[in-house]
């Protein structure tokens, strides 16, 4: 059985930090790209940043230079370092698991920026 299980999200304010996790199990980890996306009210689903699995990485406009993906295969796990977070970037964060037809998504984790 596939899972995906994020954390590390919460409250924090206005240019604090956060980094969230995605532990994976039920997959070959290293075969995957890694995605992470946020969802926020009456907003669809936007993509974050990925990470291939050669360690590409490629970010949203609106995060470059703030937030950094990476992975750590032994632990088969992806993080997002989210730095200097503005209320903009509120949202339920989701990691996403690809290789080639086969897509996982984890359940999300809430990420509130606020003061």
């Known amino acids: 059985q596939v899972q995906l299980v994020e954390s590390g999200g919460g409250l924090v304010q206005p240019g604090g930090s956060l980094r969230l996790s995605c532990v994976a199990s039920g997959i070959s980890f290293s075969m995957y790209v890694m995605y992470w996306y946020r969802q926020t009210p009456g907003k669809q689903r936007e993509l974050v940043a990925f990470?291939?699995?050669?360690?590409?990485?490629t970010y949203a406009d609106s995060v470059k230079g703030r937030f950094t993906i990476s992975r750590d295969n032994t632990k088969n796990t992806a993080y997002l370092q989210m730095n200097n977070l503005n209320p903009e970037d509120t949202g339920i964060y989701y990691c996403?698991?690809?290789?080639?037809?086969?897509?996982?998504w984890g359940q999300g984790t809430q990420v509130t920026v606020s003061s």
């Open positions: 996403n698991a690809n290789f080639a037809s086969k897509f996982y």
């Open positions: 990470i291939t699995r050669g360690d590409t990485t």
